[in-house]
């Protein structure tokens, strides 16, 4: 808890509870549960938080209507600068829950690398122009093919990824969503997009599709009982000291020795 701690004398704000309720899941003593809180605090305190703009519509959770609406969004842009790439959802949503805290896509081409680069800005650019984004944060990717997975269960990844509040227009939806304040046009929503090389797709989706918990488990169980280090950009084999190939997720289980388990049957 140092850590919200020395928010609070930074900023004078009860950091763990506006975090919490942004947030709502997730342990504090995770290394990536903390840097996604500190994004989140980012967004929050960059928009001052005593009065908040968007904070109403980002403690109130993305219904799944307002998540495939965002998709929509997304693939239009996405595919406007790069048409073969593959956008997937992934997330609470992939396991088919029916409400999130926010909207995860991961975007990948099987194209040229230096497209890939440019993708998520020329992105950006393009719904700052529509006014379709709030707020953005991009990190770069400090990706290396050859560096071995990490062995910390909650270890962040290296991939591109952008960090954002979409600007969701009211009329992009068929229906009326309860959580909609009455009048309002538009609707704030966290929005996480990250970009993986198309060889480390299967890896990147099994990450981001979650949970937490269960992501945890299935890197344990591959250390203690495989002898082999599982992230999200590889899986790596100590006994025979190589990298294991995968196109799917399908296969990493296959390396794992475990039969497949399903995205919404991984609600652990
Ligand atoms: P989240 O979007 O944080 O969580 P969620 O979609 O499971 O739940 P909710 O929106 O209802 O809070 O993360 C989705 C998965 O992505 C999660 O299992 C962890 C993984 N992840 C990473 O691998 N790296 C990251 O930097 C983050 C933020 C998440």
Redesign the pocket.
Known sequence: MDYFVSMEMEFGVDACGHVSSL????SPSTE??L??VHVTLSIALSNGLSGFLYYEDLVSC?TRAEAEAVSVLVKEAVWAFLPDAFVTM????R?G?K????V?FLITSPGSTEDEEQLLQKVMNLWEKKGLVLYYDLVESTFEKLRLPSRKVDA??HFQ?CFLIFKLPRQRLDSDQPSWQEGKTWKAIRV?LVMCPYERRAFALL??????Q??RDLRRYATHERKMILD?HALYDKTKRIFLKAETEEEIFAHLGLDYIEPWERNA
């Open positions: 947030l709502g899941t997730g990536g549960w840097f996604h993305v992934t997330g609470g949503f396991r829950k409400m999130g805290h926010d995860d962040l990844d990824k996480d990450g981001w599709t979650g949970s937490r269960f992501e999200n």
